[in-house]
């Protein structure tokens, strides 16, 4: 009875419908807000920001984008990586074009332009379902990735054939380029990802998350309580495709700062994002989160403890990273397809009854 | 229950008058015509599923198809909420001529449903499924959903509120919050008419709302219809096998065959009707 409801009566819908219900939970949302916001920028340095936050904190945004997209509208894709590249090239093209305008609009920018693309590859999503949509996004992440590398205008010509993030500042610091200090790397993504969180929530709590939902469980009876299959469709690709791409944008523009399409944006970070999803919990805020940190820290764990501690070689390590996640893909596929996100709940629920078993 | 055996009694008295509105002798209102089909012909490649049948549905009556399996009844449900278009015939609500239109149009004109094998959201609780149906209601725009501002927050309260009276009026308060998929069959059926009830719909259209359920959840299921009926005066159309329920229920009863329409009239009429008989009454059912 730690971690208990009893005594906390709604005594309207709107508290009932809230974002944590139980207070506990309320409390702990705003703990991990207050250290999130007011102890990690004061303490967190290169090796923090670069191994563990500024990327558990890109990916969410990425896992929240493409978890809008399969795990609420039950459309898979596998074009994440593709349109993370669209994100990236578009801020790209931004910053260097306009370079007096803020580095914010920018990334917003480069998720509506992400948006538009990923509506017009999520249109074969109106005829083809389940396989042959993955095998059509597919098609879509080799294909990007090969106009990135084709056509020099999008790299403004360099030679390498890279594109390198020019210096950006916001509120006089410096967030982008090779100057920029670790917090403002880590605020300036922790910002996006926590206001893109909740206006996933938002969106999923209420009439278009509904619509997704009922497009995912059973597109027949979703047409016949009025809903528009290409309307719902078409939204859940744009409103992903637009997170997927700040993603791509805040991957390259913040966190590598230089960036080759085919390395950055391959297939491997599909996958990537795929089974933090998985691993997370399909069609779970909390599960995108819980996913791209799960994804994230593994390596750094498993480095410092293998090889670290106990000296084994690194590329051992690298194998049993990827002996776990695999096993881990397919526990979660077979046992529990909603993932950490649902092992928690149910851990709640044991604690909710403890000591009483019933 | 003695509702329903008045109900009976009166139209064996007072058959149906040709002429537009009346009042039955339990004193609900039946109107003009609402729907009518009109000469429908559908096939499936060879199969002729129905064949030339017309009929009416009447403002505030409760309408029944009945006819033994693979009579076309499912097919003539699908017909009218849009999912199978038939080659020949019309379609007419309301006084207009219905063109071809998407299952999601239809709805939108007040039609809603179940279906013969459940259509739930499985993965959503009870209150999430019944919201759906009055996703139709809930305008607030996109920005004002994503930022979850005054408009949208409002407006899902007042939904919220107009649910919580039908999860009443069906007496599933207590599985409000369950996932759908956890739920026994009769149940399952009630949160999919609860679904429709949702929608406020103008005609409501049931197919075999009491299949595969006990004596008790079938008299539990023929209240909520007679209640459905009487207090929101909504047009009902439903398919049901079992003759009983058809005759305590429905005001009239269109019998099918083999795609065809071989009866129309009062439950009792239609007892009394010799092809009847032979094609349907004769023929074990379930
Ligand atoms: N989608 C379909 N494709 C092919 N044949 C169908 C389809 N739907 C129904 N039918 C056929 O139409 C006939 C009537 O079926 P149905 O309307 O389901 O009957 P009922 O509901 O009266 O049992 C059957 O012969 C059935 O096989
Ligand atoms: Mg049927």
Redesign the interface.
């Given at each position: 009875m730690i971690y208990r409801e009893a005594g906390d009566f709604k005594t309207?819908?709107?508290d009932d419908?809230q974002t944590f219900p139980i207070r506990l939970d309320r409390w702990g949302y705003y703990a991990v807000l207050a250290v999130a916001f007011g102890i990690i920028p004061f303490l967190i340095n290169d090796y923090w920001a670069s191994a563990v936050f500024v990327p558990l904190l890109i990916y969410a945004i990425a896992a929240l984008g493409l978890n809008i997209l399969t795990g609420y509208a039950g459309q898979v894709s596998l074009g994440t990586g593709g349109f993370m590249a669209v994100g990236a090239y578009s801020v790209y093209k931004l910053m260097t074009a306009f370079p007096e305008i803020s580095i914010v609009i920018h990334i917003l920018l480069a998720g509506g332009i992400t948006a538009l693309v990923g509506v017009l590859f999520g249109l074969p999503s109106l005829r083809i379902k389940g396989f042959y949509l993955a095998v059509a996004t597919l098609a879509a992440q080799f294909f990007l990735v090969w106009l990135f590398n084709k056509v020099p205008w999008f790299y403004n010509y360099s030679a390498s054939g890279q594109i390198n993030a020019p210096e950006r500042t916001l509120l006089g610091h410096a967030v982008t380029g090779p100057a920029t200090s670790a917090p403002a790397k880590y605020l300036i993504c922790l910002v996006f990802a926590f206001v893109l969180a909740w206006?996933a929530r938002?969106?999923t709590?209420?009439?278009?998350g509904?619509?997704w939902?009922?497009i995912?469980?059973?597109d027949?009876?979703?047409?016949?309580?009025?809903?528009?299959?290409l309307t719902a469709k078409l939204?859940a690709f744009a409103v992903s495709s637009f997170f997927v791409g700040i993603a791509g944008a805040l991957l390259f523009a913040v966190y590598l700062g230089a960036a080759e399409v085919g390395e950055a944006f391959g297939i491997n970070k599909s996958f990537l994002v795929l089974f933090m999803i998985i691993i997370g919990g399909l069609?779970s805020i909390f599960g995108s989160f819980a996913g791209a940190a799960f994804m994230v820290l593994l390596p750094v764990l498993l480095k410092n403890v293998l090889v670290g501690s106990f000296g084994w070689p690194t590329n051992l390590a690298a194998h049993i990273e990827l002996m776990i996640v695999g096993a881990l893909i397919v526990f979660f596929l077979i046992v529990e397809p909603h993932g950490l996100a649902r092992l928690w709940a149910l851990t709640k629920e044991k604690l909710r009854l403890w000591p009483f078993p019933h | 229950m003695t509702r329903m055996q008045t109900q009976s009694q009166s139209q064996s008295q007072a058959p149906l008058p040709a002429q537009d509105g009346h009042v039955t002798a339990d004193g609900r209102q039946i109107g003009g015509v609402m729907m009518e089909m009109k000469n429908i012909t559908l096939r499936f490649g060879g199969v002729v599923a129905i064949k030339d049948i017309s009929f009416d549905i009447r403002q505030g009556e409760i309408r029944a198809i009945i006819g033994p399996n693979g009579a076309g009844k499912s097919s003539m449900l699908n017909v009218i909420s849009g999912f199978y278009h038939p080659q020949e015939g019309e379609v007419w609500f309301k006084g207009y001529r219905r063109g071809p239109m998407k299952p999601y149009e239809v709805a939108r004109l007040g039609i809603a449903r179940t279906f013969q094998n459940i259509a739930l959201f499985d993965g959503m609780s009870v209150l999430d499924n019944i919201m759906t149906g009055r996703l139709n209601r809930m305008k607030s725009g996109f920005l004002a959903q994503a930022l979850w501002w005054g408009p949208a927050e409002r407006e899902e309260n007042l939904n919220r509120e107009a649910v919580e009276k039908i999860i009443d009026f069906l007496e599933i308060q207590n599985i409000r919050k369950t996932p759908v998929g956890r739920l026994p069959y009769g149940l399952k059926k009630r949160v999919e008419l609860a679904r429709a009830l949702a929608a406020e719909p103008q005609l409501l259209l049931l197919d075999e709302p009491m299949a595969g359920m006990n004596v008790e959840e079938k008299e539990d299921m023929s209240r909520f219809i007679l209640d459905v009926n009487d207090e929101f005066g909504t047009t009902i159309a439903l398919i049901e096998h079992d003759m009983g329920v058809v005759m305590d229920l429905s005001d009239r009863v269109v019998v099918m065959d083999y795609g065809r329409k071989i009866g129309d009239g009062t439950p009792d009429e239609v007892r009394s009707n010799q092809d009847v008989i032979d094609a349907y009454l004769g023929v074990a059912h379930d």
């Open positions: 309207s819908y709107r419908g206006v938002n969106l709590r209420g009439t278009l509904r619509k939902m009922a995912r469980d059973m027949i009876a979703a047409e016949i309580i009025g809903v528009n299959p939204s069609g | -």
